[in-house]
């Protein structure tokens, strides 16, 4: 059969939108000669949809539109993925569901059997489980039709499973021609390999071809790479789509032979997945430009060259804020970094409004030294002017922490941390300097002296990062022990960590949980990132120290 892959960017609640998508690329397949047209999971209503989900009225308007859809079908058939209502009086009353459409009918229905509740899915908040799934007659083809979550749980393929059902199994089990698969699976480092692989299991096992129709674009935290992929009943790879962006490839499941997945860099990977979460993020919010402010230092760096490489730079406008404490060295970074990169770069010292917040303040504080307090009205006044300029001109702040610093709260409250999207808070330092370096592979673009100084939030005389925080190769491998995989402090000291490091990284990490709770959305590139699929208490007393 040829089947076209429809590799959608959908947006969130725009149901018109997605619509019009979904209707172009039916379109296409049918000019193709395609048999068959797959959509995204949840291509109708956006993924994640969240509480949108509690609205009738989002669930009338997504269910319209597949009844329009549907009217517009002919000969070829479509698969589209939408919010189901169901008829039972228990459970929450919705499926998240895959309609085949043919010949002006919605023909069958299936709803997804395993809904994921971990990192960052909450689908067992809004739906109701399948359960049972069949397959269904087209063609003369029993296809076995699955949403996401559904081909995940291969028992020879995961050492340990979440669930204990396998609706791909199932489907094999009940003779099916063609396994086929809509989703809206986030990207994260890695995500990549173990689907191709998990899929290849799969296809290998069942010995029937298995399509794969995957989600591209950024939608709040959240990137999604695309990268759909057909099998022939052999395991052979018979196409793979687009990585971060949209595509569009038509397969016959019954060619022979296979091709090879790519393998692109992790730095080229996270680049590509942060420029598009921004880009996409900006659009589908509604601003067209942004504002950062260029300390000279390789974090708001990189954040500049992802926001060109986002928006291109006549949408990006930095600000530089240096004091009395700021180096000439980085102002001339910061300035270099302007002209690489082409775009508008302001110097506006902050020492003037600092004397005078000092000289405010000083009745209050009489008979106290300067301490961070003092170097925190640096960092805010350097937000109140970043604001000024996002209100101004209408663009949005990006802030420039990474997440070595937001781990260990190295970031100031209504200061560095002001803005509407951080960029990069799920890289560590070390994968900054190694993005940056790739960003530098051809010609220079962030300064090399951004990249060989020693970091420095530049507060006070002659301070660098390391004054306070390990080094950050010491720093990251702490975090990724302790925030990613779960490990106790007493388990990272036996790694051969220090002991003093770890535990002062360990009590910095949960004591700063205060602040990542008030920081901007950050777009997610690791396994564990912090915000919506990390859920710490704050008020809390537990310590593993």
């Not at 094999?172 to 998990?198: C, F, Q, Y």
């Not at 990169?341 to 003037?352: F, K, M, N, S």
């Not at 390990?470 to 995989?485: K, Q, S, T």
Request: glycine letters at 8%; hydrophobic letters at 45%; charged letters at 20%.
């Amino acid at each position: 059969m040829r089947i076209a892959l429809a590799q959608l960017n959908t947006t969130v609640g725009d149901i018109a939108g997605n619509e019009a998508a979904i209707l172009a690329a039916y379109r296409r397949g049918v000019e193709a000669g395609a048999a068959l047209v797959m959509t995204p999971e949840l291509s109708i209503v956006g993924y994640p949809p969240r509480d949108l989900l509690l609205r009738p009225s989002f669930v009338r308007a997504n269910l319209e539109a597949l009844q329009r859809i549907a009217s517009a079908t002919g000969e070829t058939g479509l698969l589209v993925g939408f919010v189901a209502e169901g008829e039972a009086s228990i459970g929450r009353g919705l499926s998240n569901a895959v309609a085949l459409l043919h010949c002006g009918r919605i023909v069958a229905i299936r709803s997804k059997t395993l809904l994921p509740t971990y990192d960052v899915f909450d689908e067992d908040r809004y739906f109701d489980p399948a359960t049972a799934n069949t397959p269904v007659e087209f063609l003369g083809l029993r296809l076995g039709l699955t949403v996401c979550e559904d081909v995940w749980n291969d028992a020879d393929f995961w050492p340990r499973r979440r669930y204990r059902p396998d609706p791909a199994a199932d489907l094999v089990a009940a003779g099916v021609d063609l396994l086929l698969n809509i989703s809206a699976s986030p990207w994260h480092l890695g995500k990549e390999s173990t689907r191709l692989a998990m899929l290849r299991s799969l296809c290998a096992k069942s010995g029937v071809p298995v399509l794969y129709c995957n989600l591209a674009g950024g939608n709040d935290e959240l990137v999604f790479d695309g990268r759909s992929l057909a099998f022939n009943a052999e395991g052979g790879l018979l196409a793979e789509g687009a990585a971060f962006d949209e595509d569009f490839r038509v397969v016959d499941t019954r060619t022979s032979g296979g091709m090879s997945a790519s393998s692109p860099c992790e730095e080229a990977q996270v680049h590509d997945a942060l420029v598009l979460g921004t880009r996409d993020y900006l659009r589908k919010c509604g601003f067209r430009g942004a504002v950062l402010g260029l300390s000279g230092g390789i974090d708001s760096a990189l954040v500049a060259a992802l926001a060109v490489a986002a928006l291109g730079p006549e949408n990006v406008r930095g600000l530089a804020l240096p004091s009395q404490y700021s180096s000439q060295g980085s102002i001339d970074d910061a300035l270099a970094l302007a002209r690489n990169l082409g775009i508008r770069c302001d110097v506006v010292p902050i020492q003037a409004p600092f004397e005078a917040v000092k000289a405010q303040m000083l009745p209050l504080f009489e008979g106290r030294p300067e301490d961070t307090t003092e170097e925190n009205v640096q960092a805010r006044l350097r937000g109140v002017a970043l604001m000024s300029m996002s209100n101004k001109f209408g663009s949005l702040l990006l802030t420039t922490g990474n997440k070595s610093e937001l781990a260990v709260g190295y970031c100031t409250l209504y200061g560095d941390m002001c803005g509407g999207l951080a960029v990069i808070s799920d890289v560590p330092k070390t994968l900054v300097y190694r993005v940056s370096r790739w960003i530098n592979r051809e010609r220079e673009i962030i300064p090399s002296s951004s990249i060989i100084k020693a970091p420095s939030a530049e507060l006070r005389p002659n301070q660098t990062d390391q004054d306070s925080l390990p080094a950050y190769e010491v720093l990251d491998a702490i975090l990724d022990a302790y925030v990613v995989r779960h490990r106790t402090p007493v388990e990272i000291v036996a790694l051969g960590f220090p002991e003093e490091a770890v535990r002062r990284v360990v009590r910095l990490i949960d004591f700063s949980e205060f602040k990542r709770r008030q920081a901007a959305p950050g777009l997610k590139v690791t396994t564990r990132a912090f915000g919506v699929g990390r859920r710490q208490p704050v008020a809390q007393k537990w310590r593993e120290l």
